[in-house]
């Protein structure tokens, strides 16, 4: 067994790992999705897909074209860069935060009526940029 052999066999090994630690944090945000109903989650658990995906092709071309194959992995991971979340542990033990079990579980209808909150402010927001830009064509 050569040098290279060993670098090949590293590399899909951490292509594996990468591949296997966004499917569980992907798993993890669509869990807490489900429990709190906040979108950041599901968002997050959207980008996990896209960057499970970017690994998993790049895990597979490691053997073939490594550069290109441990490119596309270190792309995936840098996908899945989450951003801001709400904060959904507060007296949860290590394992309930690791297995994603929240303290905040909220009903369907609470979940429902926050949305409907959101997408009265959004058309709200529309509705006051299409007046200013009536005001703005008017003052002209």
Known sequence: MDLMDIIIKMGIFIGAFAY???LYLTLRDLRI???TGYSSYRKG???GIIASTLVLIGALLTPSFYVAGLGLVFLGVMVNQKGRREQ????????DRFLGKTDIVRTKEEIYEEYLKQQDEKNRLEQQKQHEKKFEKNEK
Do not use: Q, S
């Open 20 to 22: 296997i630690t966004i």
């Open 45 to 47: 658990a959207f980008k």
């Open 88 to 95: 959904v542990f507060t007296t949860a033990k290590a394992l």
């Open 33 to 35: 999705f489900r429990r």
